[in-house]
């Protein structure tokens, strides 16, 4: 089964302002309009047959609709696999993560620069200690920021597997958007069991030789294909990807196989 890890999707009532806000973010256009039908549409086109719809909170008044989204997605989609979202301002995150569990989501998406939070704040760390054992965390990880200043960055998120060695981490962007060398330095040469990394927004903003020396560092295994779509066409992704990475066929199908074993595994 093909897997595409990291997709957004979002109400008709705000896809197109969530749009607008991603092509000013990126400095980009993005190629689906972020809406469920057209995702759907996009996905059967590439051949993908399950995808991750991600949803993030960025105030703790979102939370709950967020995670009411997030529900009715996995609900009425077979094909998706819904994160739901929490924030750190969030107070009473064990009854929220209580009810996600129990409507069957698998795992929860942290965007520390949209969300408004550093992956170092304080008020993170409860939410991430219950979830251990319970959740998959998706963060997005790295920005054009100086890595201190940063929201999110490799070394944030190597400090969090550190003190919760039990939480099973996808680290976005293979790592660390525009932070490719700091991902490399902090996380090559060491097998991190509860580490995997998704390729979304690599192909597209990283230098060949930086895709292909991520590509060659972290373990064939633990790579999970992601189209970042509404940013890019799934389909067009997938070449974008084993062309730059100078992959054969085979091995990006085995990139977007990656995930089953990650699903298979947090059961």
Same mark, same amino acid.
């Given at each position: 089964?093909?897997?595409?890890?990291?997709?957004?999707a979002?109400?008709?009532?705000?896809?197109?302002?969530?749009?607008?806000?991603?092509?000013a973010?990126?400095?980009?256009?993005?190629?689906?309009?972020?809406?469920?039908?057209h995702?759907?549409a996009r996905?059967?086109a590439?051949?993908?047959?399950?995808?991750?719809?991600?949803?993030?909170?960025?105030?703790?008044?979102?939370?709950?609709?967020?995670?009411?989204?997030?529900?009715s997605l996995?609900?009425?989609?077979?094909?998706?696999?819904?994160?739901?979202?929490?924030?750190?301002?969030?107070?009473?995150?064990?009854?929220?993560?209580?009810?996600?569990?129990?409507?069957g989501?698998r795992? &929860?998406?942290?965007? !520390?620069?949209?969300?408004?939070?550093g992956?170092d +704040?304080?008020? *993170? #760390?409860? =939410?991430? %200690?219950?979830?251990?054992?319970?959740?998959?965390?998706?963060f997005?990880v790295?920005s054009?920021?100086?890595?201190?200043?940063?929201?999110?960055?490799?070394?944030?998120l190597?400090a969090?597997?550190?003190?919760?060695p039990?939480?099973?981490i996808i680290?976005?962007?293979?790592?660390?958007?525009?932070?490719?060398?700091e991902?490399?330095r902090?996380?090559?040469?060491?097998?991190?069991?509860?580490?995997?990394?998704?390729?979304s927004?690599v192909?597209?903003?990283?230098?060949?030789d930086?895709v292909r020396?991520? &590509?060659r560092?972290? !373990?064939?295994?633990?790579?999970?294909f992601?189209s +970042?779509?509404p *940013? #890019?066409? =799934?389909? %067009?992704?997938?070449e974008?990807?084993?062309?730059?990475?100078?992959?054969?066929?085979?091995?990006?199908?085995?990139?977007?196989?990656?995930?089953?074993?990650?699903f298979?595994?947090?059961?």
């Amino acid at each position: 089964m093909f897997i595409d890890i990291h997709t957004h999707a979002f109400h008709a009532k705000i896809a197109r302002k969530a749009i607008a806000q991603i092509n000013a973010a990126y400095a980009t256009d993005c190629t689906g309009d972020g809406t469920i039908e057209h995702l759907l549409a996009r996905e059967k086109a590439a051949g993908i047959n399950r995808f991750v719809v991600l949803c993030a909170a960025t105030t703790p008044a979102q939370v709950i609709p967020a995670n009411n989204y997030a529900i009715s997605l996995q609900k009425k989609y077979p094909q998706v696999i819904a994160f739901g979202s929490m924030h750190p301002g969030y107070k009473n995150f064990e009854d929220e993560l209580t009810r996600l569990q129990k409507a069957g989501i698998r795992g &929860l998406k942290m965007h !520390p620069d949209f969300q408004g939070f550093g992956m170092d +704040d304080e008020n *993170l #760390f409860p =939410i991430l %200690e219950y979830a251990q054992k319970k959740f998959i965390i998706q963060f997005h990880v790295g920005s054009n920021k100086n890595p201190g200043d940063a929201p999110s960055s490799p070394g944030k998120l190597a400090a969090i597997l550190d003190n919760f060695p039990d939480l099973v981490i996808i680290a976005g962007h293979l790592g660390g958007y525009l932070m490719w060398e700091e991902a490399i330095r902090l996380f090559g040469g060491r097998r991190r069991e509860n580490l995997w990394f998704d390729t979304s927004s690599v192909s597209f903003f990283a230098h060949g030789d930086t895709v292909r020396e991520l &590509l060659r560092t972290w !373990p064939e295994e633990r790579l999970l294909f992601g189209s +970042d779509w509404p *940013l #890019f066409d =799934i389909k %067009e992704e997938q070449e974008r990807l084993r062309r730059v990475g100078r992959l054969t066929r085979r091995k990006l199908e085995k990139i977007m196989s990656n995930a089953n074993a990650l699903f298979a595994a947090s059961a």
